[in-house]
């Protein structure tokens, strides 16, 4: 399909786009809840003809698009879960289910992802090889996309192409970043176990608060003291719980934290020093510390190749002056993944208003300029064209 038609056929369903991200935005679903997300997916892929999978990793679907002609294989990865938060948008599309949103535009990834397999769908004898589209569920928790790999839902990839929301960049552009474009993360617990007593006789208890407090001061040395300046790095700490009483000395304090960073031996470092420090000052405080790592998702690495390759395919169809070259951001998203399995890029589309007061992602007040469902489905559909026909078998 020439720009022009590209172009012609978004645009054309730009009343349908925003039909379905309403719909989705109505009906938010939880991680590995989105059953009736998943089931419009499944329906709409089966009357589109594409072969379609369910119930991978619970609430996956993926749908393959097959061209006439046998050859390479583009995956479109959607995710598709909404955020316990109360919404604070007074539109018709709120949420129906209170304390449930669609905080971070995964409703919109949907409709793009529908809406691309409908256009690709009506020109599939002129393509050669398939479009896998890929539904996953539950990235706001970090949980849908290793077991869908696990699943073996990468086999036969050959480029993964990604995209989201981005409330950051005005809506009619897109945002990359070749490298690392997004964050390591690891979600940190720390208990810190001393001996409990009265307020008033410190010297027969251990006091695990001030433990804690040194804790959190001197693991702020990492980034400051032990991490070279031009690399990036942050630990923050957002729960620190303990204690019963104001005349009580603690027993028992548990420190929660996030730990980001883009390159690997950051993150290790970062990792091996916040263990390091909390055991010693533990020990030297007389306080037991136990360390966890609750989670963690690698870093989101765009490729330089296929970074190049959607700044063209975008530059064509957008104009060059809408494709911006992005800061990498600190957070995190688990299409990191899917990326380390098949190299590709995940790319921004710009979905905030063009003065810049929209409300950041997970906010309750979040909501999208609809006219980047246009341009997601614009961009996703071209990069998926073109990458077809320049990788012919
Ligand atoms: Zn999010
Ligand atoms: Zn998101």
């Known amino acids: 399909m020439e720009n022009a038609q ?5 645009e054309a369903h730009r009343d349908e786009l925003i039909s379905i991200r309403r719909d ?7 991680a590995f809840n989105e059953t009736r997300t998943a089931g419009i997916i499944a329906d709409r892929m089966e009357k589109l003809g594409l072969e379609v999978q369910t119930g991978i990793a619970q609430t996956g679907v993926v749908a393959t698009l097959r061209g006439s002609k ?19 948008v007074d539109a018709e599309y709120k949420s129906r289910t209170d304390g449930i949103m ?7 990834h949907v409709a793009i992802g529908l809406t691309v397999a409908e256009i690709l769908a009506g020109q599939k004898n002129n393509f050669a090889g398939n479009v896998k589209f890929l539904f996953q569920p539950a990235e706001e928790i970090v949980g849908g996309a290793r077991p869908m790999i696990e699943q073996g839902v990468m086999k036969g990839v050959d480029v993964t192409f ?52 040194e804790i959190v001061n ?32 603690a027993p028992e304090v548990v420190l929660e934290g996030t730990v980001r960073s883009f390159l690997p031996e950051v993150r290790e470092k970062m990792i091996r020093r916040i263990e390091e420090i909390s055991a010693g000052l533990g020990k030297a405080l007389r306080c037991e510390v136990k360390f966890e ?5 690698p870093a989101v690495v765009n490729s330089d190749k296929w970074t190049d390759f959607i700044r063209q395919s975008a530059g064509q169809i957008l104009g060059e002056d809408k494709v911006i070259n992005a800061d990498p951001i600190m957070g995190s998203d688990d299409m990191s993944l899917f990326l380390k399995e098949v190299p590709g890029c995940y790319f921004f589309v710009g979905s905030g208003k063009l003065d ?13 300029e609809e006219e980047s469902l246009v341009v997601g489905t614009e961009v996703m559909t071209k990069a998926v064209l073109d990458y077809l026909a320049q990788h012919q078998n």
């Not at 410190?202 to 695990?208: A, L, R, T």
């Not at 032990?226 to 104001?246: H, Y």
């Open 356 to 368: 810049g007061t929209s409300f950041l992602h997970h906010h309750p007040g979040f909501d999208i």
């Open 70 to 88: 046998p050859g390479k294989t583009v995956l479109y990865r959607a995710d598709i879960d909404a955020l316990p938060i109360l919404e604070a």
């Open 218 to 249: 001197t693991l702020q040395t990492i980034v400051s003291r032990e991490i070279a300046p031009k690399d990036t790095a942050v630990l923050s700490f957002g729960t620190i719980q303990g204690g019963f009483a104001s005349n009580v000395i």
């Open 102 to 108: 669609h905080a971070c535009g995964h409703d919109a």
């Open 6 to 10: 590209i172009k012609r056929q978004a």
């Open 24 to 30: 989705i935005h109505r009906h938010p679903e939880l």
């Open 162 to 213: 990604g995209l989201h929301m981005g409330n950051d960049e005005p809506v009619g552009s897109i945002a990359l970043h070749a490298g690392p474009a997004m964050a390591n993360v690891d979600s940190i617990k720390l208990t810190v176990r001393g001996k409990g007593g009265h307020g008033s006789q410190p010297e027969k208890s251990i006091d695990s608060v001030m433990a804690a407090c």
């Open 293 to 297: 790592v609750v989670y963690s998702c």
